[in-house]
């Protein structure tokens, strides 16, 4: 069964199929600091560490003094974990998080 994606039109399309073509960390560097705003990754990246978080198990507290998320977004991350789209449940398991 394929994925739909509520996002899905040609300019994410082509964002995807970026990418994906991305080989090295030092590639997701030079790329991610040109196309994002460094408040923009940071917060991308705290999701990800409060999610390989909550999938430790640990509380919200410990999880808000760990990564300084605010309780909403460990909520909303949360949400993710269990009715999204599991885009964190693949990434983690590849991780192996």
Do not use: H
């Amino acid at each position: 069964m394929t994925y739909k994606s509520k996002l899905k039109g040609p300019f994410v399309d082509e964002l995807f199929k970026a990418v994906l073509t991305l080989e090295t960390e030092e590639d997701c560097y030079r790329f991610f600091e040109d196309i994002c705003t460094i408040k923009e990754i940071q917060s991308i990246s705290q999701r990800l560490a409060v999610a390989k978080l909550l999938k430790e198990k640990r509380t919200y507290t410990e999880i808000e003094k760990q990564t300084g998320a605010s309780t909403a977004t460990i909520s909303r991350v949360n949400r993710c974990l269990i009715y999204g789209a599991d885009g964190y449940q693949r990434i983690l398991k590849r991780l192996e998080w």
